[in-house]
């Protein structure tokens, strides 16, 4: 069985394939889209209030990052990078959504939707994790999400949201402070 040059670079490493399309090599740039797109997608859907552009965020994330290849210098995982970019354009894309806002102060919604009884009978967990964590501010939703779905250690969340690691604790400790109360009704 022969494999092609497009299923070889499958099997390399984020490292080796960077270092190759640093070099020029598009195919090795094309397989660390194919292979990080899905997962920086939903990164970016879950951190960012409308769908429609998330896309968008994402595929402005890929040309910035082949943009600035040449002087990627391998002090942090090409993934963790890829997520600072696209992080980097979220909040540039949440600025342009609401440009007199303050990017570390809370959305201040009104909630409109059923009581708390009607929310814990509809047994809508997930639907009331989401809003919750689309009212609070993007450091600690990208956070959160960062370290509870992805699971990346804090040093990575850090280098992605251009923070320290204390900052990170901060934002996760105040994120998850703010779910349990919020959630309290969904606790058996």
Not at 111 to 122: I, K, T
Not at 160 to 177: A, D, F, M, P
Request: hydrophobic share 40%.
């Amino acid at each position: 069985m022969v494999l092609s040059r497009d299923g070889l670079l499958e099997w390399l490493s984020d490292e080796v394939l960077a270092r190759r399309a640093q070099r020029g090599d598009l195919e090795a740039f094309d397989t660390l889209v194919v292979r990080h797109a899905p997962a920086l997608r939903r990164f970016v859907a879950n951190t960012y209030p409308d769908r429609h552009e998330c896309d968008d965020i994402v595929q402005e994330t890929f040309i910035a990052a082949w943009k600035a290849l040449p002087t990627f210098a391998f002090r942090s995982q090409f993934r963790t990078w890829l997520y600072s970019l696209a992080s980097r354009r979220t909040v540039d894309a949440l600025r342009r959504r609401r440009p007199q806002s303050d990017l570390d102060a809370a959305a201040e919604t009104p909630d409109l939707g059923p009581g708390p009884g009607q929310r814990a009978l509809d047994g809508d967990f997930m639907t009331a994790l989401n809003r919750e964590l689309s009212r609070l501010p993007y450091p600690g939703r990208a956070a959160w999400w960062l370290r509870e779905v992805y699971d990346l250690p804090l040093s990575e969340i850090a280098t992605v949201l251009h923070t320290t690691e204390g900052s990170v604790r901060g934002h996760l400790q105040r994120t998850r402070k703010r779910l349990a109360e919020a959630l309290e009704e969904f606790r058996p």
